[in-house]
């Protein structure tokens, strides 16, 4: 999966300790690179935010989105 910013392609997929960041955004699952979440400090503020708590930590499973920071999930298709 490519940055969303930038396009760039996640050269090697290490498992933990990847500085890309996950987001979603309008319901589909996002990475960002390191480079673009350096160049654009509130890159944050483009992502989704979990309704409870405010992270952006997100991920979607199962049609869902799912908090990482408190486990609350909702459908990532409610609007429509
Ligand atoms: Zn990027
Ligand atoms: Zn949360």
């Known amino acids: 999966m490519p940055c969303y910013r930038c396009g760039r392609v996640q050269t090697d997929p290490v498992r933990g300790a990847s500085p890309w960041a996950r987001g979603v955004v309008e319901g589909e699952q996002v990475l960002i690179c390191p480079e673009c ?10 992502l989704t935010a979990c309704p409870r708590c405010g992270n952006t930590r997100l991920s979607i499973v199962m049609g869902s989105v799912v908090c990482r920071a408190c486990g609350h999930d909702w459908p990532a298709r409610a609007a429509e």
């Not at 979440?37 to 483009?46: L, M, V």
């Open 37 to 46: 979440q350096r160049d654009h400090p509130a890159w944050t503020e483009e």
